[in-house]
């Protein structure tokens, strides 16, 4: 069956451009997840989704940052005025609830981004 | 907040067993995940621990102690293809968020 996926793969932007970053989780999943991680690092919450509903988006770094789940299915994640420190891999998941305790995230390969 | 500790790098033998330790401060604990991920590639699943104890898995256990903080995840008959970032990650308060380590990158040596 098909996993997590996300596009694109990999995006070069110049500072000061606007990204956004595609998810597609697994089909019938309620919930979403999206991560920044940092090379050498482990991933670091940005926001969550259940349906349509953002959640909590404690973990955007700034209000450059928004992300959207129009229709409970697909996740955008824009990044206006991509900034240096903005590069890093985004990771999508999608959670399926486990028999007891939070839901099991499958994630996607990631978006690897690089601001120049 | 929470606060996890894990070792950044560890050394193996192909072959032999290898513990990789994760400590953690955190309140409102619901339970703790070990996540595998190879370089260049998603993080996936290895195991949840809810209860202390150890469950096993394979080749692969996982050890939790709530009272003391403390998971260890276990690997034993260590293959080349271990080699990878194993990320502890706890689930804590009242939802599906779930804080992670920076990961102990383990190398398996022939």
């Known amino acids: 069956g098909a996993g997590v996926s996300q596009s694109p793969r990999y995006k070069v932007a110049k500072r000061g451009q606007d990204v956004a970053l595609r998810c597609d989780p697994i089909s019938g999943h309620v919930s979403l997840f999206w991560y920044q991680q940092a090379l050498g690092q482990g991933p670091e919450f940005l926001t969550y989704?259940?349906?349509?509903?953002?959640?909590?988006k404690s973990g955007l770094p700034s209000d450059r940052f928004f992300a959207e789940r129009p229709e409970g299915s697909v996740s955008t994640l824009k990044i206006q005025r991509t900034q240096q420190e903005d590069s890093a891999v985004y990771l999508c998941a999608s959670g399926s609830r486990r028999l007891a305790g939070p839901y099991e995230q499958y994630f996607g390969p990631g978006t690897r981004l690089t601001v120049t | 907040g929470q606060n996890i500790d894990q070792p950044t790098e560890m050394t193996a033998t192909e072959g032999a067993i290898v513990q990789i330790n994760c400590t953690y401060q955190?309140?409102?604990?619901?339970?703790l995940f070990w996540y595998q991920q190879h370089a260049g590639e998603a993080p996936t699943f290895l195991s949840y621990n809810v209860l202390d104890g150890l469950e096993e898995k394979g080749r692969f256990s996982s050890f939790l102690s709530r009272s003391k903080g403390y998971s260890y995840l276990l690997l034993k008959e260590l293959q080349m293809k271990d080699s990878a970032s194993y990320l502890c990650?706890?689930?804590?308060?009242?939802?599906?968020?779930?804080?992670f380590g920076t990961g102990t990158k383990l190398q398996v040596i022939p």
């Open positions: 990650a706890l689930n804590s308060g009242g939802y599906q968020k779930v804080t």
């Open positions: 955190t309140s409102g604990f619901n339970g």
């Open positions: 989704f259940q349906n349509e509903a953002q959640l909590d």
